[in-house]
């Protein structure tokens, strides 16, 4: 979980992040550089949802590494 506090509103717990895959992690179906490292940091706080048509046919391949 991760938790946001927002001064004089309210505190926000983050429990899943949903991302698009192409065009938000990849580009022509291979994740962009520092992505995969930048997954790794989040899977331990957060339950990560990847949305893809898969265009390319590459988006598990890709995603594989991360933890």
């Known amino acids: 979980m991760i938790e ?3 001064p004089g509103y ?3 717990r ?3 992040l949903v991302m698009d895959y192409n065009g938000t ?3 022509d179906g291979r994740l962009l550089e520092g992505i995969l490292s ?3 940091n989040l899977v331990d706080r ?3 949802h ?3 048509a898969d265009t390319f046919g590459l988006a598990q391949e890709e ?3 991360v933890r």
């Open 4 to 6: 946001i506090v927002m």
């Open 10 to 12: 309210r505190t926000l």
């Open 14 to 16: 983050l429990q899943h």
């Open 25 to 27: 992690l990849a580009q």
């Open 38 to 40: 930048r997954l790794d």
């Open 46 to 48: 957060l339950h990560l």
């Open 50 to 52: 990847v949305i893809t």
């Open 63 to 65: 995603l594989a590494g």
